[in-house]
């Protein structure tokens, strides 16, 4: 069973920037579809990044610009790279991978972002 351990999370002033890095277990980001979601209290879980086992990425439209996820493969690594950050990008975030039976799975514990305004 494939883990995910998320870490980089903590407390910011508005405009400010994180670096979130998730480490896999196995060698799988670049075999795999893996996405940055965050959970806010009382909200929904919502995907924020993707990178594509292409290398190809897509955002929400919330974060589009402001956040940039990567990888490194020889560390079995994502990365999302947080800038300008905002109040409303206030969650835990998670990593998880996403399966050839059109699910995301394997999900970290999380981490929590908190920009203060």
């Known amino acids: 069973q494939v883990q995910l351990v998320e870490s980089g999370g903590g407390s910011v002033q508005a405009g400010g920037s994180l670096r979130l890095s998730c480490t896999a277990s196995?060698?799988?980001?670049?075999?795999?579809?893996m996405g940055w979601h965050r959970q806010a209290p009382g909200k929904q879980r919502e995907l924020v990044a993707r990178i594509y086992s292409t290398g190809s990425t897509s955002y929400a439209d919330s974060v589009k610009g402001r956040f940039t996820i990567s990888r490194d493969s020889a560390k079995n690594t994502v990365y999302l790279q947080m800038n300008s950050l905002k109040p409303e990008d206030t969650a835990v975030y998670y990593c998880?991978?996403?399966?050839?039976?059109?699910?995301?799975?394997?999900w970290g514990q999380g981490t929590q972002v908190t920009v203060s305004s």
């Open positions: 196995e060698n799988i980001v670049s075999r795999n579809s």
């Open positions: 998880a991978r996403w399966t050839a039976r059109g699910s995301w799975t394997s």
